[in-house]
Structure formats: C-alpha cells, structure tokens
C-alpha cells in the first residue's frame, strides 16, 4: 500500500505541480541602451537595502548597483539596521559620482515588527517621496551582487509582460563541501513548495518571491498596504508574493543569472541553522506539521528506497523508476 501511495504521488508531483522539476524559467537579459529602445517610457526605480552588519559585503553590493547600466532614473536608499561594525562607514566612501546614494541610520525596531522589516519599511518611506505609482520599488540584501544590466532586465520584463512583481531566485555560494551538498537540494526543495509556473498562473492560487531580488510595481506595494502590512510576516517575501497575487497582482519567480549571494556557508551548521530556520518558519514551528512533513518525505523518498531493495519483482521495478 505504501507503495502504491508513493507511486500516486510521484506522477502527481511530475505532471501536476507545475513541472518543479524543470529548469528554469530564465530572466532574459537586457542591456540599458536596449531597454530604452524596447520600453516607451522607463520608469523610476528607487532600490532598498536593508543592511545589518554587512560589513563584508556592503561594498560589492553597493558598486554592483552603483554601476547598473539603466538610462532611467534610479536611486539607493541603505538603511542600517543598528548595526555594530563599519557596515556605514564603508557604505559612505562608495564612490558615487551620480549622488544616488542615501544612508539611512535606522531607527530603533518598535515591537510589532519582525526581523528586517522595519527597517525596509523605514526604506519605503523615504522610495515613496520619490517614486510615483507606475515606478517601481525594487527589494534587495547587502550581500547580494548584480550585473550591470540586471536593473534593466527586471524592468524590461516587468513593463513587456505587465507583471507587478518580478521576482529571481539568486545564485548562491555553492563552493564548499557542505554547500555543494546542501544547497542544491534547498533549491529543489523551495521550487517544489512554490513551483514557479504555479505563481505565474493567474488560476492558480500558489503565490511566492525570492527575497534577494523583488522589484515591485510601487501602486501594488501601495495597495496591499506597504510594507507595514507584513511586519509580523516571518516568511516575508513568500507572505509579499501571496498578498500581490491576492491584489490581482501579476508575478513572476525564476533563476537568476545575474544576482549572486556573496555569502559563504563553509560550515554545516551554518547551512543547517539556514535550511532549518526557514523550513520550521515554513512549518509556523508546529511539531505536528513537523511530524507529517517527515512522513510525508518518508513516503516521497524513502519508500521508493525500501522497494528498490527489499520489494517483490513488480514494487522493485516500481521503486528502481523514482529512486535511479
């Protein structure tokens, strides 16, 4: 019977679950002078980044931006969230000859309010003297670094497909051991839960984002409420996704070729404390839900083992199918 289970729900996550599996999709890329060509209007961009002792990676982050090749109007609001080492001070010697950079010395976080939000929200406020409602905002963390052209693309494929939300998965340091292990099946594992195609389905009502890189139609962020409506969410790009789509909003989620996580992960529990801190988040830290996932993996992955290896003739065959 386990078996039959099993097999049920391979077919059911092959064909129904939005083809997970599939690589991809893939942000087209689109150089600056090409964007101005394709687009009748650029809109403004105004960039938010939350920092919280970075002071690793706030300058590679703020060049990459700092040297983006889009010909409309774009701006870098950086707040610093109480951090306790040269996050600012670094950030204030950026060369930035287009004065597009603002730092912002966070305020102390109001109860209420869960991790990095409240300070995105201090970012929204200042975006929002600026930016008009067919601008955008567009969301991302200090260690992540992108190529020169990736504002461009972001904007080019939210403005042709009239999306609301664009949204990409970053690449992440996969180098070390524990990485090379680990973070390819944390990949596989967040497309199963938010297949991609799913989220593009305006039908289907699975919603998500990919906190690293969101950029998002100013008049949508207006209309759920900004920011503060997500201050208690503890998944809160995944919370964001789900609230625009609610709003009639348009999203698209895929793979980046043009952001990357400078952030290492040398150590397994580093990896670890990541990959579980976001699953139980996930699981909203019920032991019960905990319990069921396990069976539920049990049943996906360890039941095609079992018949593999110890099933009759027919449940072997079957087995050998999901587990080669």
């Given amino acids: 019977m386990a078996a039959l289970i099993s097999f049920i729900t391979w077919l059911y996550l092959i064909f129904c679950r939005g ?4 690589s991809g999709p893939w942000l087209e890329k689109v150089k600056g002078e090409d964007a101005q060509l394709k687009l009748k209007k650029l809109p403004k961009v105004s960039i938010i980044i939350p920092a919280r002792n970075e002071e690793s990676s706030i300058e590679a982050c703020l060049n990459s931006l700092l040297n983006q090749d889009y010909k409309g109007f774009y701006n870098i609001i950086l707040v610093d969230d109480e951090s306790e080492d040269a996050t600012s001070a670094i ?25 990095k939000l409240w300070a995105v929200y201090q970012g929204q406020k200042k975006a929002f003297e600026i930016i008009e409602n067919e601008d955008f905002v567009f969301l991302t963390d200090a260690d992540i670094v992108h190529a020169p052209d990736h504002i461009s693309s972001l904007v080019t494929k939210a403005e042709k497909n009239h999306l609301d939300l664009v949204s990409e998965m970053v690449m992440l340091n996969c180098t070390a051991f524990w990485e090379k292990l680990l973070v390819p099946a944390f990949v596989y594992f967040f497309a199963l839960l938010y297949p991609f195609r799913k989220i593009a389905d305006q039908q289907s009502s699975i919603a998500g984002a990919a906190g690293g890189t969101v950029l998002l139609r100013c008049e949508k962020l207006k209309a759920i409420g900004g920011i503060e409506s997500l201050r208690q969410a503890l ?23 043009q952001a ?12 670890w404390h990541m990959i579980a801190r976001n699953a139980y988040v996930q699981l ?11 069976l539920g993996m049990s049943l996906i992955w360890i039941v095609p083992l079992m018949c593999f290896f110890f099933g009759k003739k027919k449940t072997r065959w079957v087995g050998g199918r999901f587990t080669l």
């Fill in 260 to 271: 990357w996580s400078v952030r290492e992960y040398n150590k397994l529990g580093d990896i």
């Fill in 19 to 22: 083809y997970y599996w599939v």
């Fill in 91 to 115: 950030a204030k010697v950026v060369p930035d000859p287009q004065k597009r950079l603002t730092i912002i010395k966070g305020a102390k976080r109001p109860d209420g309010w869960s991790g």
């Fill in 235 to 257: 998944i809160d790009d995944c919370t964001l996704g789900a609230y625009v789509k609610k709003a009639g909003g348009r999203l698209y989620l895929g793979m980046s070729r």
């Fill in 284 to 294: 909203q830290f019920s032991p019960l839900r905990l319990l069921l996932a396990i």
